[in-house]
C-alpha cells in the first residue's frame, strides 16, 4: 500500500521498445489525480535483466509493468503468480508483498475483455475470433476470449513453436484452433480480428494480416501510435469497424494500479491521458 507520506514510490515499464509508450503520462496522471508521491518511468531492458529489476524495484516498495517482449520472462521471475499468470503463462505487472515476495498479475486478461466488449457493445460469448500472434499479449486475447465464452478462436502465427507453447500453456479446448494462412479462411464472418503482435510498433514492419481474404466484422490491433496504425486504416478502408490498443491500454493500466494501491483508478484522467474519452462500460458487463 502506499500513502501521502511514504518516500516517492518508483514505478517502471520494463520492455523493448518503450519510446513509443503512453503508460508513463498515464499512470503519472493517476498518482497526480490520487496525490500520491509516485513516479512512473520506461526503461528499455534486455530480457536477462528482467527478473532482478523486477526484484528490486518491486522490494524497494514500487512495482510495475512489462511489456513486449518480456511477458512470459517476467511470469518466471515470481515468487507468487496469480489465476491468471498461471492460466496464460504471462505477467503484465508486478509488485511486493512480504508475505508473498515478488507478486505478479496478468491485467491483460480483464483489459481486453473490457475494451473488446465495450467496443463491440456486446459480449465474447459466441463471437467468433481470429487472432494474430502467439506471444504474451496474444495469450491473455485467447484465455479471455475462451472463458467468455467465444464460440470459435483461430489463432495465426508465423512459427509453429510458439503457437504450440501457446496450446500447452493456455489449455487446447476444441474452440481454440491453429489455422495456418495456407489453409484459407472460413466462409462465415469473424465477430472480431485481433492483432496481437508487435508489427506495427515499426512504421517499417508488414502488415500482420491482408484483410482482403478475410471476412470480419470488426478489427482491433492492440498497438498503437500517434497516429491510426496501418491496420487500422487498413480495416477502415475495407469498411470494417476498427480501433487501436489504447483502449486495452487503459483497461489494463486501470487494474494495475488497483493491484498497487488497492484504490480506485481515476479512468477519466487515465482515458484523457491517452487522448480518449471515458466509456460507459456498464452496458456489457
Not at 487472432?131 to 486475447?141: C, I, K, P, T
Amino acid at each position: 500500500m502506499s500513502s501521502l507520506f511514504s518516500p516517492r514510490k518508483l514505478f517502471v515499464l520494463l520492455g523493448d521498445p518503450v519510446h513509443h509508450s503512453l503508460s508513463p503520462a498515464m499512470q503519472n496522471a493517476a498518482f497526480e489525480a490520487h496525490r500520491l508521491d509516485a513516479v512512473y518511468v520506461a526503461l528499455r531492458a534486455p530480457e536477462q535483466l528482467v527478473t532482478a529489476l523486477m526484484r528490486s524495484v518491486a522490494e524497494a516498495g514500487g512495482g510495475g509493468n512489462v511489456t513486449v517482449p518480456h511477458k512470459l520472462a517476467a511470469a518466471r521471475s515470481l515468487d507468487h503468480a496469480s489465476q491468471s499468470v498461471l492460466a496464460t503463462g504471462a505477467c503484465n505487472v508486478f509488485w511486493w508483498q512480504e508475505d508473498r515476495g515478488l507478486c505478479g498479475d496478468n491485467t491483460d486478461v480483464d483489459g481486453f475483455i473490457t475494451a473488446a466488449e465495450t467496443f463491440l457493445g456486446d459480449h465474447l460469448s459466441g463471437s467468433r475470433v481470429l487472432l494474430l500472434g502467439a506471444g504474451g499479449a496474444a495469450r491473455a486475447v485467447a484465455h479471455a476470449c475462451l472463458s467468455r465464452g467465444a464460440e470459435r478462436v483461430d489463432l495465426i502465427n508465423r512459427t509453429s513453436d510458439k503457437a504450440e507453447a501457446l496450446f500447452r500453456d493456455v489449455g487446447e479446448p476444441a474452440e481454440l484452433t491453429l489455422l495456418l494462412k495456407a489453409d484459407g479462411f472460413p466462409s462465415e464472418p469473424y465477430d472480431l480480428v485481433v492483432n496481437g503482435t508487435a508489427l506495427g510498433l515499426d512504421s517499417a514492419d508488414p502488415m500482420p494480416l491482408d484483410l482482403a481474404g478475410v471476412a470480419a466484422t470488426a478489427v482491433m490491433d492492440l498497438v498503437y501510435g500517434a497516429e491510426d496504425t496501418r491496420f487500422v486504416r487498413a480495416a477502415r478502408e475495407a469498411g470494417l469497424r476498427a480501433e487501436d490498443g489504447r483502449r486495452m491500454l487503459v483497461e489494463q493500466a486501470a487494474e494495475s494500479f488497483r493491484r498497487w494501491f488497492d484504490l480506485e483508478p481515476p479512468r477519466d484522467r487515465m482515458y484523457e491521458a491517452v487522448g480518449m474519452s471515458t466509456p460507459d462500460i456498464g452496458s456489457t458487463g
